[in-house]
C-alpha cells in the first residue's frame, strides 16, 4: 500500500541500511503475528512529534532549508517517507487483528480516504515551485494525519 503521489518530485536516499531492514523486516513479522508493540517501534517518542506524529526534526529541516526549494523537497519527501512507512505499518497491524467484515470495511474506508487525498493534494496543471512544495507537504500531512487515526484504532482494538 504506497500512496507516493503520481508528482513526486522528492531527491531522498532510499537504500535502508542492513541493520535498518533488519528492524523493518522483524517489525513487519510483529504485526504480522499481532503483537501490540510491533506498530510503534519506529514511532518517535512523544517529545518529538506532533499530535499527528510528524517529527520535530521536520520543522527544523524545513527552517534550515531556508526556503531554498530543492531543500525543501528533500525535507519533505524525507518525512513523507516516515509518514508513509508508518501508516503502512499501523494499517498492516489493525488488518490482522481485525475479523473479515471489519477489514472489508478498513479497505474501503482506505480506499475512499486515498481518493480524498487525492483530490485534496491534487497538483494543478500550471503548478509553480511553490505550489508543487505545498502539494507534497499536503501529502505528507495527509499521511501522518491518517497514519495517528489508524494508530488510535490499534490503541482501542
Known sequence: MNHFPTHNVFKVNTQPSIA???????????????VPTAWTQDRPPAATADADGIRASYSGCIKAADGVTPRM???????????DKRLNLAYKALMNRLNKAQRTELRAEERKWLAQRDKNCALPPDAGQGQRVESNDCFMEQAAKRAAILEAHLREN
Open 20 to 34: 535498518r531492514k533488519s528492524l523493518s523486516a522483524l517489525a513487519l513479522l510483529l504485526a504480522f503475528l499481532g
Open 73 to 83: 523537497q528533500d525535507c519533505i519527501g524525507n518525512e513523507y517517507e516516515y509518514q
